[in-house]
């Protein structure tokens, strides 16, 4: 019988130095599996299986689509591909975005929890907004455990104190005790192992991650919100998951509130800038018309070229003051959460 031998790891911020500390103290004969998730740019290359590998004694690998999962070694998602669990083997795919992520931490901890039921150990470490709480709840609605790492020791604490909000955490516990209890947690046979009953919608959307384009025939369990999509621009499906309010659009981008949030600040600073641009190019524009009716002696034609630059100089001035504004309150948004 089989114990916790699926454990899956979500961190962002800070979690590099997180995860080296707790793989550092993982034993060598683990009767495990680990999988990471660590927020990465699409474009950079990851050195974390290598990092990780140097300073643990299990081995860290970047997974092949398909590869048949052991016990004793780690498999950390390469950049811009969700990895996702099925019985047996890893699957990596190109799917829709979670939270403006790929690889994001909800679509790895619902497949697992979706594969292996109660053997799967989600922990949440260190980082900004909130991936993985949905995941977490996946998790324990299928019987597995919750672990979080303390706030208090945590660089970024927001996806701890995100996770601790909504999910009925087993273990918050500091680095320096996680990995005695994952072993502890691996090495104890579970009760209840065997058939465990999916929900239908937790099923759909991991079918969404995996891009199964039977998942894209109906509607994502949910009701149809006022929110549009912020990445394709689609009508955004509100889904209550307890208390825990997500967004998924009919193609797979999900959001949870706070995602949203910050996708939409960044939506309207890209508005602010594309503005800006085009008041820019419109002064220019304008000083160029009136040197050229200046020349021509046309001296009712250069009043009016000169009042639509000072009316595009004012309108930019103010959208820099926007802009200004909108750094300072966004610096200070990350230091709140971070207090």
Not at 98 to 115: G, K, M, Q, T, Y
Not at 194 to 206: A, F, I, K, R, Y
Not at 216 to 233: H, I, L, Q, R, Y
Request: aromatic share 4%; hydrophobic share 45%.
């Amino acid at each position: 019988m089989p114990g916790h031998d699926i454990i899956v790891i979500g961190a962002s911020a800070g979690g590099v130095e997180a995860l080296m500390k707790l793989a550092s103290e993982l034993p060598a004969d683990l009767p495990a599996s680990i999988f990471i998730i660590l927020h990465i740019p699409a474009h950079s290359p990851s050195l974390l299986p290598e990092i990780l590998s140097r300073s643990c004694p299990l081995k860290a690998v970047h997974p092949s689509d398909g590869e048949v999962i052991e016990h004793g070694w780690m498999y950390v998602a390469p950049p811009d591909l969700h990895m996702l669990l099925e019985d047996q083997h890893i699957h990596l795919v190109r799917g829709p975005r979670e939270n403006r992520r790929r690889p994001a931490i909800d679509p790895l901890f619902r497949s697992a929890a979706v594969a292996y039921g109660a053997r799967v150990v989600g922990v949440i470490l260190t980082g900004s907004l909130d991936d993985g709480t949905a995941g977490l709840l996946a998790i324990k609605r299928l019987g597995g455990v919750a672990i979080v790492q303390d706030p208090r020791e945590a660089l970024y604490p927001s996806m701890p104190l995100n996770a601790l909000r909504h999910v009925a955490v087993d273990y918050t516990l500091p680095l320096s005790e996680m990995a005695p209890l994952i072993a502890r947690l691996a090495s104890k046979p579970i009760a209840r192992e065997g058939l465990h009953s999916v929900p239908e919608d937790m099923e759909l959307e991991v079918k969404m991650a995996e891009m199964n384009m039977d998942a894209f025939n109906g509607n994502p369990a949910g009701t149809p919100s006022v929110f549009s999509c912020p990445e394709c621009g689609g009508v955004l499906w509100e889904i209550k998951d307890g208390e825990l309010t997500r967004y998924r659009c009919r193609v797979g981008h999900a959001f949870s509130t706070e995602s949203i949030m910050a996708a939409q600040a960044e939506q309207v600073e890209d508005a602010l800038w594309a503005a800006l641009k085009t008041l820019e190019e419109s002064a220019n524009l304008s000083r160029n018309l009136a040197q050229q009716a200046r020349e021509r002696g046309q001296d009712w034609l250069v009043q009016r070229f000169e009042q639509r630059v000072r009316e595009a100089e004012h309108r930019a001035g103010l959208i820099r003051s926007a802009l200004f504004r909108n750094k300072v309150q966004t610096t200070m948004d990350v230091v709140e959460a971070q207090d």
